[in-house]
């Protein structure tokens, strides 16, 4: 299996810390759990309620929601 190496913040790291099932859970294990449930908005509330109050987050999530608010679909263009 490769490997990639990610840099992360300590709060995520403590965050992802903190989302582990069982202390012998892999961090890879964790992301694909949470990045895999059936719904990515229950899972990102489900983790969300089990965080503490991060306001990096918070302010990521606030423009990543202005961003999708103000997004404007065009029409798709075939050629055939």
């Known amino acids: 299996m490769a ?5 992360i913040s300590d709060d995520a790291y403590e965050a992802l810390a903190k989302s582990r099932k ?5 961090f890879t294990k964790v992301i694909l759990r949470i990045t895999s449930e059936r719904t990515k908005a229950g899972s990102l509330l489900r983790h969300l309620e089990t965080s ?23 029409p ?5």
Not at 22 to 26: G, V, Y
């Open 76 to 80: 798709a263009e075939f050629s055939g």
């Open 22 to 26: 069982a202390s012998d859970e892999s």
């Open 52 to 74: 503490q109050a991060d306001e990096e987050l918070a302010k990521g999530i606030e423009e990543a929601m202005q961003r999708t608010r103000s997004a404007r679909l065009r």
């Open 3 to 7: 490997h990639k190496t990610i840099t």
